[in-house]
């Protein structure tokens, strides 16, 4: 998905995680035009016992680096070494709960951790 511009506002949009997969070729991360992921919490599932996402902007702690600790918490994992985005369904170190959401990318560049962390809101 790419806007070609990098002035304007996108906001991703997930209704649940089969929709996922997609490659985001220019993530905005900087400034008062910065882009959003925004994610629907009734298609994103909790499952195994961990806690549902909850509506507004996720805390750091369920938005980690991809070998990060969310607990017993549904979230999100992010490699910033591939840009790929999973969600992580059951909040253990396993495999087993998760799925990709994007791959994001800002041009050649990788977005950091903290960009990611500060873009994704549950409706």
Known sequence: LTSGNKSDRDTFVYGNIV???DLITDFDRTGP???KFRIAASGFAATGGA????AGK???SKVVGIN???GSSAGFRYNQANGKL???SD???RLSGLALLATVRD???????????NSIFVA
């Open 86 to 88: 999973f969600f992580d």
């Open 68 to 70: 990060g600790n969310l």
């Open 107 to 117: 041009g050649g560049s990788a977005v950091s951790l903290s960009a990611i962390q």
């Open 19 to 21: 929709q996922g997969g």
């Open 91 to 93: 909040g253990s170190n």
């Open 33 to 35: 035009t910065k882009d």
């Open 51 to 54: 806690s549902a996402l909850t």
């Open 58 to 60: 996720l805390p750091n």
